[in-house]
């Protein structure tokens, strides 16, 4: 305590409640092709209906990304997705119709680097983000002089002309006012042309311009924050004093409406390289920024390149599981005799998949046939996401360190029929090389019959339970023993820090988590050399608890005279 210079009374107080926290294990992170939002950025996803808002449904170049997050979201509400593009290729659609005008503008953070401040011949207003999807977008402006062009469209829209708003009003300003909105022109977002898709009433020419409730209310700050479609570039031509302050100011009139179509949009999603997609999940490399806990591959399993960055920066992350399918051409249309010896030599081949042996891999047996109902057709799917979202729905029903296979938690859904379905002999040819089978069962649905890692070598490690059972346990203790950083390492500390992390090991052990545990932290493993290093060191001693993979069952019959203790019973 800190000591006085006076008599006084000195009242300090004493945090002895901390406790190793809950952490996020059901987070799913993954890189893909979609035909809209934001390019080489985090968004995170909660459901199928925001996946569609924000990256699009599904289109044949896209497919295998669009439902591989589809039906990771099926059993999941945390999805952390990244759409990659071509950046050679990909271009935003743009009010200039000239194509040599069009440009790639990514994100939010790239058009305000880049694009924001106009100049750049692009017109009035961009697609959002890049893709063929802005090349149906139309948009128009108009202010008091040129409300008059909208009569046979969309006054009806809105309710009375543009004019002078309240703040300009008050700086001595006039003519400030604009209606702006955004029209779906060709249909391709809502089914229907022409349909409006927004409306920004009253906005300002002034860049200072203010709402009642003080937000900006200057037109180009509120198409660039609020609209899901548009950014907003040049001011028009007429606009000579546009995005100036108001105070004093007669804002420059439309001598007619603008009125333009976004052409040369260009997502260019058939010609993704390797490079973009590792690019896209090397964001997440960031374990402080982005908590991920599974990460599907989807089609890019097919990638000797991508499986390897991935697993890599997962085993650099050590709190992450990455799951695998074979290539599509191992199981679809594919001979049954050669199937399971197709998907074991795509997962022994280094060749194909760079020879993963990992216990933060997951490799599953095939493709699964599903409905589209976007698209009203049948397509092919890899199951990679569905099995990272069993694992998922586990956390949610049962705990991490639970299996995710068998017929209690290992239900596959949307499934119209498998492109492989492992007979018991193809079952033990995958499970021996470390391949979890996917099997429809007759009257018993689709189900996980598997659940091993991609490690080669026999030990806890080679299932996925002990593997997400570790990740849980460290990533909570770590989490946990930052606190103990910058506090002297003496009994004291040591024993705060067992005193955190055992009462933490013995719940997780009553939740069947673990069988036994023991934690040293004390002067056996704290030595003067040790503290002199200024570290501070515990060894953590686990028993998981094991998942049954095989189950034996005798069954003796004995003459009726005989005694159960006369055959060993």
């Not at 260009?266 to 920024?289: H, K, P, Q, T």
């Not at 092919?380 to 729905?393: E, F, H, K, Q, Y």
Request: hydrophobic share 40%; net charge negative; charged share 20%.
């Amino acid at each position: 305590m800190a000591f006085q210079l006076s008599p006084g009374v000195l009242v300090q107080e004493k945090d002895l409640t901390a406790i190793v926290p809950s952490v996020a294990t059901s987070a799913g992170a993954f890189a893909g092709a979609f035909q809209w939002g934001p390019v080489d950025q985090v968004t995170t996803v909660d459901s199928e209906n925001n996946l569609v808002k924000y990256f699009g449904g599904p289109i044949d170049a896209t497919y295998t990304s669009f439902f591989t997050a589809a039906n990771f979201l099926s059993y999941g509400n945390n999805l952390q997705l990244v759409r990659v593009v071509n950046a050679a290729e990909a271009k935003n659609a743009v009010a200039n119709a000239s194509a040599t005008s069009a440009v790639l503008i990514k994100n939010l953070d790239d058009y305000l680097n880049n694009k924001s401040s106009g100049g750049y011949g692009l017109g009035e207003f961009a697609a959002k983000y890049p893709g063929e999807l802005g090349n149906s977008l139309k948009v128009s402006m108009v202010d008091a002089n040129t409300w008059s062009h909208w009569a046979n469209t969309y006054q009806t829209d809105f309710d009375s002309a543009p004019g002078t708003s309240t703040y300009a009003t008050s700086l001595n300003g006039t003519d400030d006012e604009l209606h702006i909105i955004v029209i779906d022109e060709d249909g391709s977002w809502t089914g229907a042309r022409n349909t409006v898709l927004e409306k920004f009433p009253y906005v300002s020419k002034g860049s200072d311009a203010k709402n009642t409730d003080g937000s900006s209310n200057y037109y180009k700050d509120v198409i660039n924050t609020k609209s899901e479609y548009i950014w907003s570039i040049d001011h028009p031509t007429t606009g000579t004093n546009w995005g100036t302050t108001v105070q004093s100011k007669t804002f420059a009139n439309l001598s007619s409406n603008v009125l333009v179509s976004l052409s040369n949009g260009v997502s260019a999603v058939a010609n993704i390289s390797a490079g973009n997609v590792i690019a896209g999940f090397d964001l997440f490399s960031n374990d402080e920024l982005y908590d991920v806990s599974l990460i599907p591959l989807g089609a890019w399993s097919n990638s000797a390149a991508i499986v390897s960055s991935v697993v890599s920066l997962a085993e650099s992350r050590k709190d992450c599981v990455v799951f695998i399918s074979p290539d599509i051409t191992d199981v679809v249309n594919v001979s049954t005799s050669v199937q399971a010896s197709n998907v074991v030599d795509f997962r022994q081949a280094s060749a194909t998949n760079g020879g993963v042996n990992s216990s933060y891999a997951v490799m599953d047996s095939g493709w699964k046939y599903q409905y589209d109902r976007y698209n009203d057709k049948y397509r092919w799917v890899p199951l990679n996401a569905d099995i990272a979202g069993l694992c998922a729905r586990t956390d949610a029903v049962s705990e991490a360190w639970f299996s995710p296979g068998g017929f209690s938690r290992g239900q596959i859904r949307n499934v119209v029929k498998l492109a492989f379905n492992p007979s018991k002999t193809d079952r033990d040819t995958l499970y021996k090389a470390g391949v979890n089978p996917v099997v429809a069962f007759p009257g018993q649905g689709t189900v996980l019959f598997g659940d091993k890692t991609l490690q080669a070598k026999p030990s806890a490690f080679d299932r996925i339970n002990v593997r997400r059972l570790f990740i849980t346990l460290e990533k909570a203790i770590a989490t946990a023993s930052k606190f103990q950083l910058f506090e002297f390492n003496d009994p004291f500390t040591r024993a705060q820090f067992r005193n955190l992390v055992e009462p933490f090991l013995r719940d997780v052990q009553g939740r069947r988590g673990i069988t036994d545990f023991k934690v040293v932290c004390d002067e056996t493993n704290n030595t003067g050399d040790v503290i002199d290093r200024n570290e501070f060191r515990a060894d953590i001693y686990i028993k998981p608890a094991r998942a049954i993979n095989f189950i034996s069952l005798t069954f003796v019959a004995t003459r009726s005279g005989i005694s159960f203790e006369e055959v060993g019973a």
